[in-house]
Antibody
Framework: EVQLLESGGGLVQPGGSLRLSCEASGFTFSTYAMSWVRQAPGKGLEWVSIISDNGGDTQYADSVKGRFTISRDNSKNTVYMQMNGLRAEDTAVYYC????????????????WGQGTLVTVSS | DIQMTQSPSSLSASVGDRVTITCRASQDIGNFLAWFQQRPGKAPKSLIYAASSLQSGVPSKFSGSGSGTDFTLTISSLQPEDFATYYCQQYNSFPLTFGGGTKVEVK
């Protein structure tokens, strides 16, 4: 059974940093692209970032470019999101999502989601 | 960026009703369109990819159609567990974008 377990969320002050983790199991992690998607309280879904199966290619939403960095450790079946320069508008539940494949376009099609971790940016 | 517009933003329906949700893309996305269901307080669940292909394990009461810029999600016979918010998403190009959601409520 595919499982994605996010962790690392919490309360942080504006300008602060946080690192989210998503540990995967139940599939061959190194052959699938992974993404982060967020949802502000009471709002819709917003794609944040994607990383290719081997970690060599990444893409970001403009709203986080230059502040967030996605990475992965295939030996640990884990994808990360380093979040710097956090702002109030980054407050959201952050989900990791598994691509349905490693290549185009399957990498961008999400077939499994984690339960999410809440990030709150407030003073 | 490709804008995804869903309509309606909410609808009221009864158990057994047939429900149709529309999603329009601001430019041609081929069939690179997915649909997700999100129940309150839960993570999204993948329903459909490539506009009309059912994800594994998703019941056949869900169906998708369309290509280019206009897409639909249909639930053939609404059940209590189907009252939720539904989102479309294009994966033709970056940034990946979602529609604003359609909340399906009990009439």
């Amino acid at each position: 059974e595919v499982q994605l377990l996010e962790s690392g969320g919490g309360l942080v002050q504006p300008g602060g940093s946080l690192r989210l983790s998503c540990e995967a199991s139940g599939f061959t992690f190194s052959t699938y692209a992974m993404s982060w998607v967020r949802q502000a309280p009471g709002k819709g879904l917003e794609w944040v970032s994607i990383i290719s199966d081997n970690g060599g290619d990444t893409q970001y939403a403009d709203s986080v470019k230059g502040r967030f960095t996605i990475s992965r450790d295939n030996s640990k079946n884990t994808v990360y999101m380093q979040m710097n320069g956090l702002r109030a508008e980054d407050t959201a539940v952050y989900y990791c999502a598994k691509g349905s494949g490693g290549g185009y376009p399957q990498s961008r099609n999400f077939d499994c989601w984690g339960q999410g971790t809440l990030v709150t940016v407030s003073s | 960026d490709i804008q995804m517009t869903q309509s309606p933003s909410s609808l009221s329906a009864s158990v057994g009703d047939r429900v149709t949700i529309t999603c329009r893309a601001s430019q041609d996305i081929g069939n690179f369109l997915a649909w997700f269901q999100q129940r309150p307080g839960k993570a999204p669940k993948s329903l459909i990819y490539a506009a009309s292909s059912l994800q594994s394990g998703v019941p056949s009461k869900f169906s998708g159609s369309g290509s280019g810029t206009d897409f639909t999600l249909t639930i053939s016979s609404l059940q209590p567990e189907d009252f939720a918010t539904y989102y479309c998403q294009q994966y033709n190009s970056f940034p990946l974008t979602f529609g604003g959601g359609t909340k399906v409520e009990v009439k």
